[in-house]
């Protein structure tokens, strides 16, 4: 976790306490933010399962592992008004680098997210702990690594119930991987639309005949759609009559084994895309492909950073070197294949420095949820202090249609040094895409333009022509 940008606060404010937007929906458990400090606030409630979670040797273990965030009780804060009945006790976490969503991950990552809930649940039962809820938003990353960030949401297991956990899992893991898997319909786009996730009923109107005897279908989609219709038309105390039947938690358990079979049988074998073999098609010999990552090791290491995007990251090649010199980089991609990829070979590096997430900066993710506040901007969740924008600006510029100029303030406004990558109208890979265009298309889309408009926005330090003169690449800092 990392407190949102908010270019509107002063300073003082901002080191004021203050509730996260998007931490409302648990009464017994609060995020907020007290001068850069990620802190939780539990009720008397959330308290004694926090007192239960601590002890636990799961716990210890999950946290040495690095799979649930670091978390002490601290004493040294003043709990900020609109936590109802004061705070029983405090939390403080450590951060995560980057905050990101699931509709911004490829599919192997939202997979690698779902085990890792099933494995700390399962591990939980066996010291009487359960989850009161299975969000997609509980985990975080570092890197390739996944991480469970919602403490509050451990708690001592309720005698004789069943997990309350299990439909927010189908809606917001399940169900997604399932859509990709069998139907190769991308989640992402579902994600965004909906924030609680695909809903059984509207999976199963997706779901053919010969799908319903695909492994998962039968039961997790068509009789749970059918069994939410039914509850939603009864007034049954289900969960009493559970508690009354006497519910175990080893039924809770071996539902968990089940499904975390499942999720591990499901995969996703993407086909070709545009960008996804870009890397072995691209028209640089080796002797300008060597000029070209010795110009951006260079502005990489011309200093230290902090954060850095890869924006058109591909197969994170450059992402590798930004991570030579920085604490951390985001290499965002349009295309979820690609980015699949990546992340499949950081995981397996064990990379915890590179974040590879599906996103178009043609159409980044917006503020969503209640008010617009329970989810950030791409950019309100940290902004680059280095960006590398490589073979990227005719995507931009004429697939997406956005003028030179507008995308080059963008970048501006991030307050970002750049290194940026600008093929010319005579570069095969431009040419192909003007070429779908109508005459005369694109006139801001040339070499002198594109130069004036960045010169009239960053300071240039360095250019060096690649390619027989038809790619230009650019080191600039913001003026």
Known sequence: MSPPENP????????????????????????????????????ETGARDWEAVARSRFFGESVAAGQVVETREVDDVVVPEGVAGGAAAVLEHERVPFVSYPYEWPFAMLRDAALLQLDLLGRALREDLTLKDA??????????????????????????????????????????????????????????GSLGGIAPGDLRRLMSFRDRF??????????????????????????????????????IAANVRRLEKLVRSLDWAPGGSEWSDYGATTSYDDEGARRKEAFVRQAVHSRSWGLAWDVGCNEARFSRIAAENARYVVALDGDAAVVDRAYRELASEGRTDILPLVADVTDPSPALGWAG???????????????????????????????????????????TALVIEFPTREDPRAA????????????????????????????????????????????????
């Open 8 to 43: 509107d606060l002063n300073a003082a404010e901002a080191a004021a306490p203050r509730l996260e937007p998007g931490s409302f929906r648990d009464w017994d458990s609060r995020v907020f933010y007290d001068d850069g400090r990620i802190l939780r606030a539990l009720s």
């Open 135 to 192: 969000s997609s938003y509980n985990v975080q990353w570092r890197g390739a690594q996944p991480i469970f960030i919602d403490i509050g949401s451990f708690e001592r297991l309720p005698e004789g119930e069943p997990w309350q956990g299990y439909r927010q899992f189908c809606l917001l893991f399940l169900n997604p991987l399932l859509l990709q898997a069998y139907k190769g319909v991308p989640f992402q786009p579902w994600l965004r």
């Open 214 to 251: 695909r492994r998962g279908v039968m039961t997790h989609v068509i009789l749970h759609a059918r069994l939410e219709r039914k509850h939603e038309e009864s007034a049954r105390d289900v969960r009493g009559e559970l508690r009354k039947a006497g519910f175990r938690k080893e039924l």
């Open 373 to 415: 506040l329970e989810r950030q901007t791409l950019a309100g969740r940290g902004r680059p202090e280095l960006t590398l924008c490589l073979a990227v600006i005719h995507h931009v510029a004429i697939s997406g249609n956005v003028p030179v100029p507008e995308f080059l303030s963008w970048l501006r406004d991030l307050g």
């Open 432 to 479: 192909a895409l003007l070429a779908r265009k109508r005459p005369g298309a694109h006139p801001d889309y040339d070499r002198e333009p594109f130069e004036r408009a960045l010169a009239e926005r960053f300071e240039v330090e360095r250019t060096e022509e690649l390619a027989g003169g038809t790619r230009i690449l650019y080191f600039a800092r913001p003026r």
